[in-house]
């Protein structure tokens, strides 16, 4: 049981005056810090880091009041924080049988919630909304996902976009802001509003609003602070692994490969107790199926509290070199998603790069990045894990301008591959490289997807880009896309090993077998005529006619 928050403050640059509670030695220095140099904001963000890498609890922190809230379980961890020179201001964490907190937290939503509210979405929208199961928690409670999508549960060739909440059970308000999402898509396409039905007619919305249903209960029913899971570790304790350490980049990298810290815990009491292995949750192990087949192009963490914006890579040290390779797309959009956050009520969301939390490996978003190519955010939402309800739905319409900016962007500059089979047309899953960037931070391969050979690149407007398309048993191909600010659609066209161009015959040479047969492929498909498609359109026409002769004459 946790027995107090409290407020530390960054009493070494602080001014001393109008402190309160506990004094503490104030020139007190520590590695890698100098108190001239460094800004307030800054400086809270080293002090973060500085206290997740000895496993306190980060609640969150105030950046203008330069101040760090933590959950502190033991006397013991006070007397460190007091001993390393921190000013501490406590306040007692609300307890399960405060009247004041139940009223509090009995208007959020808790799993019997969650689920009804997706059903009765269901029910009013069947056209609309599709309900999955993608997993069941060691609780036996079943993880949700609602599919919204003018053809919901049908695979399309269309950009999907993920919204979810709750990683961390005491996050209330998180489950909120996706399904404010659900019934704002939902109506909104209902009664005809044009944008909203062209991003359900053209995008697909997949809405998790409650990633830990085991910890939700938990948090309803006992412990209004817990953050985990309910996996069956350090039972009589703090239980449970943190699902937001849990995912597989970088899982429990430590401190040589997270170079600003460890960024989990191997205690499993720990509040960031990474698991026993790479993806060991149920919960995780749900999200990850999801992601594997929708692929995702956005994904979006709604977390609390802070009121930030942040992005992978969450165990880098900043430098640019160890960024995300695509860091200036993902830049543009997170300044946009907080500039439509800003736009509802005039509160400013900061952006953080590399993560403000951190150090943190084993995150989502992270691995959403690295192994799947999406674009993905971590959103701080409010200030607080549990405001009063109208506090939280404040937030959570302010959040709206969020989200809405990313399925806006989605429709913007966008760079979509396609690879498909020269003969044959059929979809290829290949690998495609955007020769602009350089992965070397442990990405997997960008691969297209079997299903539409589509792979999706959110892109900075007005850059032409260079794309270089590779499958086993295929000669590659290297094109160049210019991108404007609206999405691009770029058709790759691989031919197998060996097969030759205009070769229709085939016996390796162009001659004048072939060139009689071009005139009956005019508009066919089969395989033997499009080995006429010399300019990979999927169509023989007198275009590919110019390019037959040149090879059956050679060049003049
Ligand atoms: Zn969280």
Redesign the pocket.
């Known amino acids: 049981m946790p027995k107090f928050l409290a407020t530390i403050c960054l009493a070494v640059w602080m001014p001393l005056t109008a402190q309160a509670g506990r004094a503490t030695r104030a020139d007190l220095t520590f590695p890698g810090y100098r108190a001239g140099e460094v800004m307030p904001k800054e400086a809270a963000l080293h002090w973060v880091g500085w206290l997740r890498d000895r496993d306190f609890d980060v609640a969150g922190f105030v950046r203008d009041q330069a101040t760090v809230e933590l959950i502190l379980r033991d006397d013991d961890s006070l007397d460190a924080l007091v001993h390393a020179g921190f000013r501490v201001i406590e306040r007692e964490l609300p307890t399960a049988d405060q009247p004041s907190l139940r009223g509090s937290l009995s208007d959020y939503a808790n799993p019997t919630e969650v689920r009804d509210f997706l059903l009765a979405t269901v029910a009013e929208h069947p056209t609309l909304a599709a309900m999955t199961v993608i997993g069941t928690t060691h609780e036996g409670r079943d993880i949700y996902a609602l599919e919204i999508s003018n053809n919901p549960g049908v695979p399309e060739d269309e950009p999907a976009i993920l919204l979810n909440g709750l ?2 059970a005491r ?1 209330v308000v998180t489950p909120h802001v996706v399904m404010d999402a659900i019934t704002y898509l939902t109506d909104r396409y209902s009664a005809g509003d044009p944008q909203v039905m062209n991003w359900v007619d053209h995008f697909k919305v997949f809405c998790v609003p409650m990633v830990n249903p085991d910890g939700s209960n938990y948090v309803h029913t006992a412990e209004p602070n817990h953050r985990k899971n309910m996996a069956p570790v350090c039972t009589g304790g703090n239980l449970g692994v943190d699902l ?1 350490r849990n995912y597989p980049y970088h899982w429990g990298a430590g401190v040589a490969n997270c170079e600003r810290g460890t960024g989990s815990s191997g205690n499993t009491c720990s509040d960031t107790y990474r698991g026993g292995s790479a993806a060991s949750e149920l919960e995780t192990q749900a999200m990850i199926g999801l992601a594997q087949q929708e692929r995702f192009l956005v994904a979006v963490s709604y ?2 509290a802070g009121r930030f914006i942040d992005y992978p890579y969450a165990c880098n040290d900043g430098n640019p070199d160890n960024r995300m390779p695509e860091h200036a797309i993902i830049d543009e959009i997170m300044h946009g998603t907080a500039d439509g956050i800003a736009a509802v009520g005039g509160v400013t969301y900061d952006v953080y790069s590399p993560i403000a939390i951190g150090p943190v490996n084993g995150d989502d978003t992270s691995w959403y990045y690295a192994h799947n190519g999406t674009y993905p955010l971590i959103i701080e939402i409010g200030t607080s894990f549990q405001p009063p309800f109208a506090t939280g739905m404040a937030e959570v319409a302010r959040n709206r301008g969020g989200w809405l900016y990313l399925l806006g962007r989605m429709g913007g500059a966008r760079l979509d591959v396609r690879v498909a089979d020269h003969l044959t047309g059929e979809p290829l899953s290949a690998q495609v490289r955007l020769l602009n960037f350089t992965f070397d931070t442990g990405e997997l391969p960008r691969m297209s997807d079997p299903l539409f050979g589509r792979s999706r690149w959110l892109v900075t407007a007005n850059v032409t880009y260079t794309a270089e398309v590779s499958a086993p048993g295929y000669q590659s191909r290297t094109l160049a896309a210019p991108v404007a600010d609206e999405p691009v659609d770029l058709l790759v066209l691989l031919l197998p090993n060996g097969a030759v161009l205009g070769d229709f015959e085939p016996d390796g040479d162009i001659d004048m077998r072939d060139y009689y047969r071009f005139h009956a492929c005019f508009g066919e498909t089969t395989a033997a005529c499009r080995v006429f498609d010399f300019t990979a359109d999927e169509d023989v026409t007198l275009a590919d006619y110019a390019f037959l002769e040149d090879a059956l004459l050679g060049p003049e």
């Open positions: 990683h961390h996050e937001n977390h609390s």
